[in-house]
């Protein structure tokens, strides 16, 4: 019987370890979610490395597998909807959730609650605290009451306050509290005392946690504990953080794999360690020791074995600070008159003195203790003399010289910080409003895994590549389509890498909460990045928003303006021409109405690096070139009306007169015809209206006379590219015209056009006016 009861039992058990297998192995993946907010431009005061810490802290957890949602510089009204915001996401994500927050700023604490402080905050008095800032407590009772996992609360905020500097002041530092059941609370300083102003680009304590929290396979507690050690070495002691648990979950940020290095503290080493009594180590030890248990009872310990060692006054302090904190903390759980009489008879002169007789003016109560009254019972005795000296300043700073600087730690107990994280780069500066500072990655060795058993975040890259320098990889990965597409011009490739860079930027960005994210986007809109400016009078139409072209397509141009038209042919200025002779020609098209040309279409762009068109219209010297606009045509968007038969769309066209200029200039073509067509020279394309160009004339010494530079204009008032008495140029200032050969102007063999029989310039001039495609007849 008694080997059947054997067998029965074996069975039970094997069947137990497998339902048990089966049961951790359909069970739902963990989830991360993580709030990071870092307040630096403060009304009162800015702090030089609270939005780079929160910048800090957000990418290491986005590597830990967090989604993580953050912002910086919040004033009370986003913040309150941030911390909305985040309390809904909790809520939807399921039991299953690891909920983590920081956040970075001032902190306050007022009548035993601490108080987080918005940019915006106006706090000249302790009372204006609870209606200015938003108390801490609020937030993580109702985290807790959601019952996750378990959640983790950072508050990077005892620092030097700027605010209530009256004479019934705040106590300094943060006031002692007790997390909430599955919760983890952790502080910068130790209660009741400041951190030093630190000047950047990181803060000592967030670069410590940020390093605890990479290492790979350690408890949670142990991060933190290793965090405080680390924020003592970069201080030399001067500041001290503090942090309490009621966490009961397994968690690890990260794992450690199996050909990691042998650890130099290792947990169980640690765990001994902390079993040691203070007595059985030597005083250099004893003092990390005491600092790594952080208890009232190890910090009394060490005084009781080492009183006369430089770091006794040091722990003095500490042991003055927590011991007040307990008492405070204490008196406001029982509040009544009696605890706060007890707290005043303790500590007449305390940091929460102020608070405890606000207080007895609520109850009504007389403000100083009375001759007898019934005292309530601490669970730690008064202080001794010694103590009152520390807890009587105003601010109980570490960093006082009186108390001597801390060694650094030895490596029982902290190994020294990886090579590679000790200086961080500052981050580049934000460019959105409320976005947080985007650090420079720092990869996490090889043997450190990400988690596992974590639901992957969405559009996570660090989480994804932490092991590599996240920024250039995804540059890489994103750069990789660019150079696989032919024919893409220079501007292209650089349009691309430039968006692959942006590319990666936006997906190394923490998003907004959803509330801060739409306030983002209002003020984006009520206040819009500068635009384009629009072309003015005498700018090409290529400057507009258009479609991207390279910058060598503009159409040819004094400043990249469009050449005016001469005998329908693109005129270039003369060096006697002016800005101020030129910029007329655009604006009378602009007064009239008449739409400026916009983006050069098919046969009118020259392609990059081609040369400009030379003087009179002849096509420049590189070959293979494209169809030139046709002489005497406009381009078909630079009109407003079809155009008339014969190029002519100045006022003579309509029955107008000419100005005197235009008059003398139609009577110098009448005399001498212009040069021959040149509609055939660019036999790439027929061009249409090819009756935009005069009839040629049996005078070819003519052609060699240049023609005066006319606007023609579809406005009634045509402005002159040159003044009508300035001489015209000399055929000698422009080289490349005579070198080009005349005969490749000569349009092909076609009927022989109809020539009027030779006359008197007068007859002549009546047979070629008023008809349709030949100027006015002068009066």
């Known amino acids: 019987m008694r080997r059947i009861w054997a067998c029965a039992a074996i069975f039970l058990a094997l069947g137990y370890f497998a339902i048990a297998d089966a049961t951790a192995a359909f069970a739902a993946p963990e989830k991360r979610i993580a709030l990071v907010i870092g307040n630096s431009a403060y009304q009162a005061g800015g702090l030089p490395t609270a939005a780079n810490d929160a910048g800090l802290i957000a990418q290491t957890l986005q590597a830990a597998g967090f989604d993580v949602v953050g912002a910086r510089d919040l004033d009370q009204d986003s913040l309150r909807h941030a911390f909305r915001d985040f309390l809904d996401k909790a809520s939807a994500s399921g039991p299953d959730t690891v909920a983590f927050v920081y956040l970075a700023g001032y902190g306050l604490q007022y009548e035993g609650d601490n108080y987080y402080v918005p940019v915006d905050a106006k706090i000249a008095n ?8 938003v108390r801490i407590s609020d937030f993580t009772k109702s985290l807790a009451a959601l019952q996750n996992r378990g959640a983790i609360v950072v508050l990077d905020a005892a620092r030097a306050s700027p605010f209530a500097q009256s004479s019934q002041p705040l106590a300094g530092g943060l006031a002692l509290v007790e997390p909430d059941p599955n919760q983890l609370i952790a502080f910068n ?57 009621k966490f009961r979950a397994q968690f690890a940020f990260f794992d450690r794999g199996n050909d990691a290095p042998a650890d130099q503290v290792s947990y169980d080493n640690n765990t001994r360690m902390r079993a040691k009594a203070i007595r059985d180590f030597d005083a250099r030890d004893a003092y990390f020791a005491a600092l790594d248990r952080d208890t009232l009872q190890g910090y009394e310990d060490f005084l009781a074995v080492y ?20 008492t ?124 596992r058993d974590v639901a992957p975040p969405e559009n996570n890259v660090i989480f994804n590549n932490i092991h590599n320098t996240t920024i250039n990889n995804v540059t890489t990965i994103n750069q990789g389509a660019t150079p696989a597409t032919p024919g893409l011009t220079t501007g292209q490739k650089l349009t691309g890498a430039a968006v ?45 928003p258009q479609a991207p072209q390279p910058a060598a397509h503009a159409l040819p141009g004094a400043n ?113 015809p212009p040069p021959p067509r040149q509609l055939s020279s660019a036999p790439a394309k027929p061009a249409p209206n090819r009756s935009f160009a005069a009839p040629p004339t049996n005078k070819p010494a003519a052609v060699a006379k240049p023609v005066p530079q006319v606007a023609h204009q579809s406005n009634p008032a045509p402005h002159i590219a040159a003044p009508a008495k300035a001489p015209p140029p000399k055929p000698q200032a422009q080289p490349k015209p005579q070198a080009q050969p005349r005969p490749q102007a000569q349009p092909k063999p076609a009927p022989p056009p109809k020539r009027p029989p030779p006359a008197p310039e007068k007859p002549d001039l009546k047979k070629k006016c008023g008809l349709p495609g030949l100027p006015a007849c002068p009066k």
């Open 560 to 672: 990249g303006q469009p050449l005016p038209l001469v005998g329908g042919k693109p005129a270039v200025p003369t060096p006697t021409q002016t800005k101020a002779q030129q910029a007329p020609i655009i604006p009378n098209a602009a007064l009239k109405g008449a739409p400026q040309p916009a983006t050069p279409q098919a046969g009118h762009a020259l392609p990059s690096g081609q040369n400009l068109p030379q003087a009179g219209g002849k096509p420049p010297a590189t070959a293979g070139a494209p169809a030139k606009p046709i002489v005497g045509q406009a381009p078909s968007n630079a009109l407003a009306k079809p155009a008339i038969p014969g190029g002519n769309t100045g006022p003579a066209a309509k029955g107008g007169i000419l100005p005197k200029a235009a008059a003398s200039a139609a009577k110098q073509r009448a005399v001498a």
């Open 126 to 133: 302790a009372t204006d605290v609870p209606v200015e800032a």
């Open 189 to 245: 300083a130790a209660p009741g005392t400041i951190a030093p102003q630190e000047q950047g680009p990181y803060g000592a304590y967030a670069h410590a946690l940020a390093e605890m929290m990479r290492v790979g396979g350690i408890p949670l507690a142990d991060v933190f504990d290793r965090t405080r050690l680390r924020v003592g070495d970069l201080t030399k002691g001067t500041e001290l953080p503090w942090n309490s648990s």
């Open 328 to 451: 405070w903390r204490q008196t406001w759980i029982a509040d009544t008159p009696e605890a706060y009489w007890s707290y005043l008879r303790r500590y007449p002169r305390g940091p929460h003195n102020w608070d405890a007789r606000r207080r007895l003016g609520h109850f009504e109560a007389a403000l100083e203790p009375p001759a007898s009254f019934a005292m309530i019972e601490y669970d730690i005795p008064p202080p001794p003399e010694a103590e009152i000296i520390y807890v009587e300043r105003p601010v109980l700073y570490l960093d006082d010289a009186d108390f001597g600087f801390a060694p650094p730690p030895p490596a029982i107990f902290l190994p020294p910080p990886p090579s590679d994280f000790v200086i961080l780069p500052p981050p580049p500066p934000p460019l959105d409003v409320y976005v947080l500072p985007t650090p420079e990655f720092v990869p996490v060795p090889e043997w450190v895994r990400a988690p």
């Open 500 to 544: 692959a860079a942006g590319a990666a930027a936006v997906a190394l960005h923490v998003a907004l909460p959803p509330f801060v994210q739409k306030k983002a986007a209002l003020i984006q809109k009520q206040a819009p990045t500068p635009a384009p400016k629009a072309a003015t009078p005498g700018q090409t139409p290529a400057a507009q």
């Open 307 to 326: 009183p006369a060692d430089p770091m006794a006054r040091r722990v003095r302090a500490i042991v003055a600070a927590r011991r007040e904190a307990i």
